[in-house]
DNA sequence: CGACTATGTCAGTTCTAGTTTATATAAGTC
DNA sequence: GACTTATATAAACTAGAACTGACATAGTCG
């Protein structure tokens, strides 16, 4: 599953969220979004399942726990893609910086 | 439709990269969609109905072609969620630039 | 005006992704 | 060893997205 699709579920980019604040075990997150979102935690589960299988999350066992990790490769790949567009919304940015230059050198 | 199930469409995010380069016409996206995914017209025609109404892209009539510029204010949306996460990646990046630092310091 | 071009929409079909319920596995606890 | 807890998987159902083919609308050109 491309890395897009796998955002495109509001459950997925949610756990992504809370795996940002650190390593998680799937007990802790399926609580947090069958909390938020009232699904089964088979759903989460399998939520987990395409994170994993997509790369967006490394687990490691401890006892019958489960830790998962972020791992950002795929989240820098869609960053990557958005970069040429980034023009787009900084180029205000870009020419108020120019401006305000100007400003200092007249100072 | 939201941002990110927008993008999660290949045929999508092709018809915005084409759109990058500027204003286009229907039959323009059209056609060089249909040579590159080998689908039909009203396909493409669907998927320029769902880039309008996520407010990925813009219309204006000239006669009877349509001209599409995309608009980049959903792209931003999506720049923003990854904002947090952008520090896992540019992490190495930083510590590079810390080690620099020191090495200038010390000459 | 009639034929043609550019574009969009509708209806129906197919495929896929997300969900639930039930079941499986393995580690801790008494 | 039986019972419970933590987690994952399998199978079946459902909803919705994407596709095709047919039709609709409106400019353009002879």
Redesign the pocket.
């Known amino acids: 599953?491309n890395a897009f699709?796998v955002l495109?579920?509001p459950?997925?980019r949610r756990i992504i969220e809370l795996l940002s604040e650190g390593e998680q075990?799937?007990?802790?997150i399926?609580a947090t979004v069958r909390a938020e979102?009232?699904?089964?935690?088979?759903?989460v589960?399998?939520?987990?399942?395409?994170l994993r299988e997509s790369g967006f999350a490394t687990?490691r066992a401890e006892?019958?726990?489960?830790l998962y990790v972020v791992d950002s490769t795929p989240l820098a790949e869609v960053d990557v893609w958005l970069e040429p567009f980034r023009r787009f919304w900084s180029q205000r940015l870009d020419a108020l910086e120019t401006e305000l230059a100007r400003t200092r050198r007249k100072k």
């Open positions: 599953m699709d495109g579920d459950v997925r075990t799937s007990g802790a399926t979102f009232g699904i089964s935690h088979s759903a589960a399998q939520h987990l399942r395409v687990v006892g019958t726990r489960r």
